[in-house]
């Protein structure tokens, strides 16, 4: 059988998204107030989904005490009331946009999580816009 096993996480974190290698108006003409050089926040929502078979001895696709620690140690732990652009080593040379926040936090798991399963990330900036990678 198969089947989509998902946790629910939260964390909150700072950004500023812009270009080093771009003026500030140019920055600011793309990105509007979400350059703003004294950053700005969101409460993001995360659901990491995980797609496979379940295991006819257990039961489980996948124990999610073992995904929450996962979430816990490679998203919360690092992200969590933290400015993502200047805390967080990936978006030291990444703008940290929705999308590729969602492609950090998936790299981070597939590094965790046994490769016989898909991993899917929706990540909520707010409650109206969402990103989903999965890893394609």
């Given at each position: 059988?198969?089947?989509?096993?998902?946790?629910k996480a939260h964390f909150n974190a700072a950004h500023r998204l812009y270009r080093?290698?771009?003026?500030?108006?140019?920055?600011?003409?793309?990105?509007?107030?979400c350059s703003n050089s004294h950053y700005h926040g969101h409460n993001y929502?995360?659901?990491?989904?995980?797609?496979?078979?379940?295991?006819?001895?257990?039961?489980?696709?996948?124990?999610?005490?073992i995904l929450k620690q996962y979430i816990k140690e490679?998203?919360?732990?690092p992200f969590d009331h933290k400015n993502l652009n200047e805390e967080v080593e990936e978006f030291?040379?990444?703008?940290?946009t929705a999308e590729n926040i969602a492609f950090v936090i998936w790299?981070?798991?597939?590094?965790?999580?046994?490769?016989?399963?898909?991993?899917?990330?929706?990540?909520y900036e707010t409650p109206r816009n969402y990103?989903?990678?999965t890893g394609t």
């Open positions: 059988m198969r089947i989509k096993a998902c946790r080093k290698d771009w003026s500030e108006e140019r920055n600011i003409q793309v990105f509007g107030k929502e995360l659901i990491v989904a995980v797609i496979g078979d379940v295991d006819p001895e257990t039961g489980y696709l996948i124990d999610l005490k490679e998203v919360e732990n030291k040379t990444l703008n940290p790299n981070r798991l597939r590094k965790r999580i046994e490769v016989k399963y898909e991993i899917e990330v929706t990540l990103v989903i990678y």
